[in-house]
């Protein structure tokens, strides 16, 4: 993702992270009920920065296969701890630069992530790249601008090395989405946790 001292924080991170995220086990089961009607068992799936795997493993369920991916070794190696499966798998890699071929997946998934790449345009770039025409993409992400969350709490966040790039609000997140191909399904927010969360589900245009 082009910043080195982002990629040591979340290695760094790596091994807090599922259980930081249990608190939110809510949330992300709200995210999973807005996802799960829009896939079927023909689909192969790609996930980007999916750390620990905290939607991984209930959502391959859903589908043909799933490959889910995060910059961070780290975080792959706590996703892999919880196990592998025949149709879901983890590798190392850089939303940003991916090396799937064109118009390979059915469907892509970036959770909470778009937000805070230094360089979240280049991945929309890829993901459009390697998504099949009128595939659909599933970006659920922190919109820190619909919420009235602590400025002390985002002080402490940014003093433990986390960094966070972009603030959107709903129709923000969505003309940054469309820019770059897609058009915009629905877009759900789901509050609770650090800020609400935008459920943004989009279609390539072909």
């Known amino acids: 993702m082009g910043d080195k001292s982002n990629k040591k924080f979340w290695d760094k ?7 930081f995220m249990r608190k939110d ?3 992300y089961d709200k995210v999973c009920g807005y996802i799960c009607p829009y896939l079927n068992k023909d689909m192969n799936v790609l996930e980007l920065a999916c750390g620990s795997g905290q939607l991984s ?3 391959s369920k859903q589908v043909k296969s799933w490959i889910g991916t995060d910059f961070s070794e780290r975080m792959i190696l706590e996703a892999r701890k919880h196990g592998e499966y025949e149709n879901l ?3 190392i890699a850089d939303a940003t ?11 892509v998934v970036i959770a909470n992530a778009l937000h805070i790449m230094p360089n979240p345009d280049m991945a929309m770039k890829d993901i459009y790249r390697v998504l099949k025409s009128n595939g659909v993409l599933f970006a659920p992400t922190f919109l820190w601008k619909e919420g009235k969350q602590s400025k002390i709490i985002k002080s402490l966040m ?3 090395g986390f960094k966070m790039y972009k603030e959107w609000d709903k129709k923000e997140f969505e003309d940054f989405i469309e820019e770059y191909g ?20 989009a279609k390539r245009v072909a």
């Open 13 to 19: 991170f790596a091994k807090l992270y599922a259980p």
């Open 25 to 27: 086990k809510g949330v």
């Open 57 to 59: 493993f209930n959502l």
């Open 89 to 91: 798998t983890f590798e």
């Open 97 to 107: 630069t991916l090396s799937f071929a064109d118009g390979e997946f059915d469907c």
């Open 158 to 160: 940014s003093i433990l």
């Open 182 to 201: 897609f058009s915009v399904i629905e877009m759900k927010l789901v509050h609770g946790g650090l800020a609400p969360v935008g459920v943004m589900i």
